[in-house]
């Protein structure tokens, strides 16, 4: 295995842009179609992602149909999470306040539009 990128179910690709892109920081490395997207591919540093609106990814992806999402969680090792912290937890839903954990990491914890929940940790 080379890589693994996540394509993840979400309800609107602009909503959820707001998040991904406008809050988190990651870049538009492609879009289809690229007016009004219904898929997007992110990047931020090495780390990718895609978001696939509802209705195209249960077209692609049958078994997905009426399958909730957002029953995934990620953790995002990242250089400074008490800074990242700071610069969007007015921004986000924090569902795990920053910490110092037993193993010595500072986290937090948040959820994107869809349900998604995101662990940062330095």
């Not at 920053?98 to 959820?111: I, M, P, Q």
Request: charge should be negative.
């Amino acid at each position: 295995m080379k890589s693994i990128t996540p394509n993840l179910k979400v309800e609107n690709i602009e909503y959820s842009l707001k998040f991904y892109r406008d809050i988190l920081g990651f870049e538009i490395v492609m879009a289809n179609p690229e007016k009004d997207p219904v898929w997007v591919m992110l990047r931020y540093g090495t780390a990718e992602i895609m978001l696939q609106q509802r209705i195209s990814i249960e077209e692609e992806y049958p078994l997905l149909t009426g399958k909730q999402a957002g029953a995934l969680t990620f953790y995002v090792v990242t250089e400074n999470a008490p800074e990242l912290y700071e610069k969007i937890n007015s921004s986000v839903e924090i569902i795990k306040p920053l910490s110092l954990t037993s193993y010595g990491r500072n986290e937090f914890a948040v959820k994107d539009p869809d349900g998604f929940i995101f662990t940062f940790a330095s």
